[in-house]
């Protein structure tokens, strides 16, 4: 089973705020990270280092965190922000990585 | 330009090994760090196992630990991936991913595995 916990399924109205969220230990001593990736494409960092955004996302994009858990925000979410949503980090060996189980973000 | 341009798709059968290959382009291959990612149909991401190109350091996730290799060919920027003892449950994505700065400004750290290869699907039947 993986270390990092996501809600299966999220959904927001177009042009609201959504945030999803992703729980494990590790993620007390770890950065988390976050992926989206839509059907049929291979995933996209959209946060890492908890909080930055890679080049080219958009800034409706942002990260945070707080004890266990770590949460990616959509301010104003698109159509196309529909996606599943992974997070990542460290494992608790903190020599290996692990995926959360996803997070399905339908936009209503 | 950063790319990574993985091998073609495999069908493999049960009991049999797999070895996919990842090759790196448009960043400092020797500077960088690989992991390898993939996803059944419909499933989650699963992380197997990483690189660090330099040094050729690798860890893998426990699951696979007694089944998978990964490798690097400095002389042609390509990372491997070898997958033994297959079974039907291995039929899946798989993806490498590079951090191409791991080692940037005197220090190797993590920094974000943002390039992606276009991914490998590998099919265990019998």
Redo the contacts between chains.
């Keep these: 089973s993986?270390e990092l916990t996501q809600d299966p399924a999220v959904s927001v109205a177009l042009g609201q705020t959504v945030r999803i969220t992703c729980q494990g230990d590790s993620l007390r001593s770890y950065y988390g990270?976050w992926?989206q990736?839509k059907p049929g494409q291979?995933?996209?960092?959209v946060i890492?280092?908890k909080d930055?955004r890679?080049s080219g996302i958009p800034d409706r994009f942002s990260g945070s965190s707080s004890g266990n858990t770590t949460s990616l925000t959509i301010a104003g979410a698109q159509a196309e922000d529909e996606a599943d949503y992974?997070c990542?980090s460290r494992d608790s060996s903190g020599?290996?990585?692990?995926?959360?189980?996803?997070t399905k973000l339908t936009v209503l | 330009q950063m790319q990574l341009v993985q091998s073609g798709p495999e069908v493999k059968k049960p009991g049999t090994s797999m070895k996919v290959s990842c090759k790196a382009s448009g960043f400092t291959f020797s500077n960088s760090a690989m992991q390898w990612v993939r996803q059944a149909r419909g499933q989650r991401l699963e992380w197997i196992g990483w690189i660090v190109v330099g040094s050729g350091n690798t860890d893998y996730a426990q699951m696979f630990q007694e089944r998978v290799t990964i490798t690097r060919d400095m002389s042609t920027s390509t990372v491997y991936m070898d997958l033994s003892s297959l079974r039907s449950e291995d039929t899946a994505l798989y993806y490498c991913a590079a951090d191409p700065q791991y080692c940037s400004g005197g220090s190797c750290y993590v920094r974000k595995f943002d390039s992606w290869g276009q991914g490998t699907l590998v099919t265990v039947s019998s």
Excluded: C, E, H
């Design positions: 993986s990270g992926y990736q291979a995933p996209i960092l890492y280092d930055t890679p992974y990542n020599y290996r990585w692990v995926f959360g189980g996803g």
